[in-house]
C-alpha cells in the first residue's frame, strides 16, 4: 500500500516500510526497514522531524541529509550516486527534482541536472514479498538545460552509477562471500568499520568469488535471528558493490549499502540523445536473520511470470557419464537405463560438435560432428524422446577454440586487443565478440537451427573463463572496452532464442557457478551452482547459494562415487540426499553401476518426485548451531505444516553427540509426527546405540508435539563424517 502526505511517500509491503520525502532540491530517504504502520500526516511529519540530524563542528552550516542521489553537492564524502565528466568538465553533478509519479508499490522520481547534462530516472518498487528493487535510467537529452540549442556535442563519459540505500548505525557485520573453481559461495563475515568495504568484480561475469548477497546486520546475526539489511547486483556483467561507514554518517544514518556496474574507463560515452540503464538492484530487510532474508528473495523469484511451474525434471547430464567419449552405441544404452531409473531429462554435454574430441578444438563451430554422429543427433533424440523424457544439449556460445573453423574465418569476431593482438587463451578458448552483429546473427542462427532440428527442450549455456582483455574494435579501428555491450548482447540473444522457441528452458552454468546472479535469470530458468559433485563441498555450496536462490533453481546432481574434482570417496545416501535439496539430477555413468545400486537410484528417483512440491515449493530453513561440523537444514511447507529436513555431518567434532536440536520454521503451537525416510538409504553412525526416537521413526510415525520438535528440539544421531539422515515432519 502507499500513502502520501504533501511532502512524504510511504511504501509498505510485508512487514517491510520504506518512506521518502519529496524534499527540494532533491527527496530524501527517511527510512527502509521495518514496518512503522500506517502513519498518519502526523506521523510522517514525525519522521520528517526526526530526520534532521546535529550540525557538526568543522562541517557544513547545516545539517547533512541523505538523498536519493547523494553527492558533494548534499555534504556527502563517500561513494557518490554517479560519476563522470565531459572533456574533462561538468564533474559536480547538482541534480534537482522535476517530477513525481507514483503507482501501487511504485515511486518514480525525475531529476534533472544542469551540470552534466543528464536526465535521471529512479523508479523505487517495494514488491510484496518486502524486497525493495531500484531501476535507475540516465539519459542524455538532445537539446541544452533551456531546449532553446542543441547540446554540447563532447560525450558525457560515465565512470559510474550507485544505487544507495541508509543503513542504522546498529548495523554494523557485513557477510558476502568469495570461493573459485568448485568452492563457490564461501561466506567471509567481519565488521563494518569506518570507510568502505567495497567489493568490485572485473571478471566480465560475477565469478565464482561473486558476492551474491551483501548482507549487513546486527552483530551476531544468524540463520534464525537477527536484523539484517541485503543487496543483489542483477547484472551479468562488472560490477561493484559497497557497504559503508563515514564518521559522520548518512544524514541520521549510519552507513549506506550500494551497487551497481563497473564500467571499464571510456566505456560508457553518452553523445546527445544517447541512455544508460543501470542494472537493477534488489535490497531486502528482515528482522528474522538470514532465512528471514531468503525467503523474501525466493518469494520474489517465485512470484515472477517466467519463474519455472511445472515440476522440475529429474535430469541426467552426460559429461561425468562419458566426458569427450562420445559413441552412439553407449549414449543409447545410457538413455535406456536413464528412462529405466526414472530420469525425465536427459542432457548431452560437451563433445557433440565438429572437431570437438577434446577441449582445445571445435568451440564455435555449432555443427554436430558427422564422424562420431553419422546419423546426426537424430537417434539419441529419438530414443529419449521415446522414453517419454525432454533432451537436452551442451552448448557455449560465447566461446571459441582458436582451432576452430569460426575462429579462422572471422577472427574479427573474437573479443580482444586487436591492435595489440590476443592474450592468452584460458580453457583453450577466447570470447565471442557477440555485439558484433554478424556473430550474434550467426549464434542466433546456429542455435535456432539446432533447436528446431532434434526438437531440444533444454539447453546447458556454458561460460567458461573470464572476459580479460575484454575489448572490441571501433568504428575508428580502435579497441573500445566491450564487457557492457557483450553483456547486453547476450540478454537480446538468450531473449531472441526464447522468443523463437516459448517452451526452451536454459540453465546458466558458468565454470561451475560463476554466473549466478538475476539478471541472467531473468531469461534461463536454473543455474549450476557448482563443477563440483562431492556432497560434503554441495552441503557448504548449496547452503549459501539459496541465501538468494530457491532450490528449484539450483541444479544439485548425484556424482560417481569417486569425486570426479574432490577424489574423495563418498557414501551414496550422503550424495542422494543431497542433491534432493535442488533441482535433482544425476551425473554419472549408468552403465557402471550394479544392479542394486541402480535399484536405490530408482527408489531415490521416486522419493525426489514425491517429495519436488514440498522442496520447491516451501520455505528454506537452516539451523544456528555451535558445533561447524554439522548442518541441519530443511524445507518447511507455507502452512508449517509439512517438512523434510537433512541432518549431516561434515566432519569429525569434539562434542560426543549433539544434545537436543531444535528443528527450525515449524508451529511449537501445533502436533506433529516425525519418521525416518530411508529411500535414500541411512547414515552410518559412531555410536552403539541411536537415540530412541531415531528408532522407533524407523518404523513408522512418531508423534512429537510442535512445542517439543521446535523448542526444546530432538537429539540427533552422532553420524560419521560425510554421512547424511533425512527425516520428514507431517501435522499430526
Partial sequence: MTRTTARTVHLRAAGVSFAVELSEPLPRVLHWGEDLGELTDDGLAALSLTAEGATLNNALDEPRRFTVWPTQADGWSGTPAHQGHRGGTATTPRPRLTEVREGPGELVLRLADRVSGLDITLTYRLDPSGVLSVATELERPRTAADGTAPADPVPYDLAGVTTLLPLPARASEVLDFTGKWCRERSPQRGRLAFGAHVREVRRGRPGQDAPHLLTVGVPGFGFRGGE?????????????????????????????????????????????????????????????????????FHTLLRARPTHPSTPRPLTLNTWEAVYFDHR??????LADLAAATGVERLVLDDGWFSGRRDDTAGLGDWTVDETVWPDGLTPLADRVHGHGMQFGLWV????????????????????????????????????????????????????????????????????????????RQGPDGLDRPGVHAQTEAVYRLLDA??????????????????????????????????????????????????????????????????????????????????????????????????????????????????????????????????????????????????????????????????????????????????RIRTEAGLPSAHQVAAPAWYTAALEGWVAVPGAVLAGAGLPMPTLNPGQALLFEVAGG
Fill in 228 to 296: 539484517v539489511w541485503g543487496l543483489h547486483v542483477a547484472w551479468s556483467g562488472d560490477q561493484r558493490w559497497l557497504a559503508e561507514r563515514l564518521p559522520e554518517g548518512a544524514g541520521v544514518h549510519g552507513a549506506v549499502l550500494g551497487g551497481g556496474e563497473l564500467p571499464a574507463p571510456g566505456e560508457i560515452r553518452l553523445a546527445p540523445g544517447d541512455r544508460y540503464t543501470a542494472p537493477v538492484c534488489h535490497f531486502g530487510w528482515s528482522d528474522a536473520g538470514l532465512d528471514g532474508l531468503a525467503d523474501r
Fill in 328 to 333: 552412439p552405441a553407449r549414449l543409447l544404452e
Fill in 396 to 471: 557455449e556460445p560465447e566461446m571459441v577454440n582458436l582451432d576452430s573453423r569460426l575462429a579462422r574465418e572471422h577472427p574479427e569476431w573474437i573479443l580482444g586487443p586487436y591492435t595489440a593482438g590476443l592474450g592468452p587463451s584460458a580453457r583453450h578458448q577466447y570470447v565471442v565478440n557477440v555485439a558484433d552483429e554478424g556473430a550474434w546473427e550467426y549464434l542466433l542462427t546456429a542455435l535456432d537451427a539446432l533447436v528446431t532440428r532434434y526438437a531440444v527442450d533444454y539447453l546447458k549455456w556454458d561460460h567458461n573463463r573470464d572476459l580479460h582483455e575484454a575489448v
Fill in 497 to 674: 532464442l526464447r522468443e523463437r522457441h516459448p517452451g526452451l528452458e536454459i540453465e546458466s552454468c558458468s565454470s561451475g557457478g560463476g554466473r549466478t546472479d538475476l539478471g541472467i535469470l531473468s531469461r534461463t530458468d536454473r543455474v549450476w551452482a557448482s563443477d563440483c559433485n562431492d556432497p560434503v563441498e554441495r552441503q557448504t555450496i548449496q547452503r549459501w547459494t539459496g541465501q538468494l536462490l530457491p532450490p528449484e533453481l539450483v541444479g544439485a546432481h548425484v556424482g560417481a562415487p569417486l569425486s570426479h574434482t574432490t577424489a574423495r570417496t563418498g557414501e551414496a545416501s550422503f550424495s542422494r540426499i543431497t542433491a534432493l535439496f535442488g533441482h535433482a539430477g544425476i551425473e554419472d555413468d549408468l552403465t557402471a553401476r550394479t544392479p542394486e545400486e541402480l535399484a536405490g537410484l530408482r527408489r531415490w528417483a521416486e522419493l525426489y518426485k514425491e517429495l519436488r512440491p514440498l522442496l520447491h515449493g516451501g520455505r528454506v530453513v537452516r539451523a544456528d548451531l555451535a558445533d561447524e561440523a554439522t548442518l541441519l537444514h530443511g524445507v518447511v511447507a507455507p502452512d508449517a505444516g509439512s517438512a523434510v529436513y537433512c541432518w549431516a555431518r561434515l566432519a569429525t567434532s569434539p562434542d560426543a553427540q549433539s544434545g537436543r536440536v531444535p528443528l527450525p520454521g515449524l508451529d511449537p503451537r501445533r502436533g506433529y509426527r516425525v
